[in-house]
T-cell receptor, first 115, second 112 residues
Framework: DAGVTQSPTHLIKTRGQQVTLRCSPI?????VSWYQQVLGQGPQFIFQ???????GRGNFPDRFSARQFPNYSSELNVNALLLGDSALYLC??????????????FGPGTRLTVT | AQSVTQLDSQVPVFEEAPVELRCNYS??????LFWYVQYPNQGLQLLLK??????LVKGINGFEAEFNKSQTSFHLRKPSVHISDTAEYFC??????????FGGGTRVLVKP
């Protein structure tokens, strides 16, 4: 079975631009979460979606938004990019969002560089 | 709110020697505990998890961890490391609803 897939693998953007990152969860997984991992730090929670509804949001500005589609894939959008948005963006999927789900499966990430 | 502290940012260790990576957490509610490994230019892979029951948890690749509720710790150990264990290791807690809180990571460098 395919794992969590993310696209693109890498991208370079300029300050002020907008970017969309994509994630396809493992088949049968209905929950998708997004994390930001700045170089040298642990991942930080951005969003969680379950059944197309936002179920959790981390401490990130409104420039960050996300959505989940009927096929459970997800997009993360970041507007008005700043240099500090340069990071590895990780997507994780799991089977449910009811309480703790015990295990999230991570994709390989999208490396975003803002110049 | 939860927080996770990994006490060592880097741990150099010789091949076939034991290694221990320390993790302390704080939380006002019961948590679930995880250790993830991240190889260069890759995502995170789950090593092991503590949900309930036995405080000694065994994971993949010969790793194990012990949950100590009184000390709020969840240290990771491996009795004999290989070169291939060179990676970054993250401790994480989850209180409810999929939001993982990660520590800052411990970089393990295995030397021949």
């Amino acid at each position: 079975d395919a794992g969590v897939t993310q696209s693109p693998t890498h991208l370079i953007k300029t300050r002020g631009q907008q970017v969309t990152l994509r994630c396809s969860p493992i088949s049968g997984h209905k929950s998708v979460s997004w994390y930001q991992q700045v170089l040298g730090q642990g991942p930080q929670f951005i969003f969680q979606y379950y059944e197309k509804e936002e179920r959790g949001r981390g401490n990130f500005p409104d420039r960050f938004s996300a959505r989940q589609f009927p096929n459970y894939s997800s997009e993360l959008n970041v507007n008005a990019l700043l240099l500090g948005d340069s990071a590895l963006y990780l997507c994780a999927s799991s089977t449910s969002s009811e309480g703790a789900t015990y295990e999230q499966y991570f994709g390989p990430g999208t490396r975003l560089t803002v110049t | 709110a939860q927080s996770v502290t990994q006490l060592d940012s880097q741990v150099p260790v010789f091949e076939e020697a034991p290694v221990e990576l320390r993790c302390n957490y704080s939380s006002s509610v019961s948590v679930y505990l995880f250790w993830y490994v991240q190889y260069p230019n890759q995502g995170l892979q789950l090593l092991l998890k503590y949900l309930s029951g036995s405080t000694l948890v065994k994971g993949i690749n010969g790793f194990e961890a012990e949950f100590n509720k009184s000390q709020t710790s969840f240290h990771l150990r491996k009795p004999s490391v290989h070169i291939s264990d060179t990676a970054e290791y993250f401790c994480a807690v989850e209180a409810a609803g999929n939001k993982l809180t990660f520590g800052g990571g411990t970089r393990v460098l295995v030397k021949p």
